[in-house]
């Protein structure tokens, strides 16, 4: 059973830092890309950043860059994503997921999802 749990959520305030983590079982953790999607107070859930199973190969998505770092430890089977430079727009639920295939990028439809860590950045 795939198993994705969040963790590191908090309350921050505008330009401080969080990093997250997501500890992934139930599977070979290197045969799956892993990524993060948010979900902000009534708005659909969208792209933050994704790696791939190496780790070589990072995306993110426009509003993120340069200030979000998404990596991973395959020995640990743990994925993180390191923000700074925090703002309100950050605030909202962050998931992590993984798609079901192995070598098979990560989408909003094909994976499996973690349970959440809310995070919520204040002025």
């Known amino acids: 059973q795939v198993q994705l749990v969040e963790s590191g959520g908090g309350l921050v305030q505008a330009g401080g830092s969080l990093r997250l983590s997501c500890a992934a079982s139930?599977?070979?953790?290197?045969?799956?890309?892993m990524g993060w999607f948010r979900q902000a107070p009534g708005k659909e859930r969208e792209f933050v950043a994704s790696?791939?199973?190496?780790?070589?190969?990072?995306d993110y998505a426009n509003s993120v860059k340069g200030r979000f770092t998404i990596s991973r430890d395959n020995a640990k089977n743990t994925v993180y994503l390191q923000m700074t430079s925090l703002k309100l727009e950050d605030t909202g639920v962050y998931y992590c997921t993984s798609p079901m295939a192995p070598y098979t990028s990560v989408t909003a439809t094909n994976g499996y999802w973690g349970q959440g860590t809310q995070v919520t950045v204040s002025s």
């Open positions: 139930g599977r070979t953790f290197s045969r799956y890309a």
């Open positions: 790696i791939s199973r190496t780790g070589g190969t990072t």
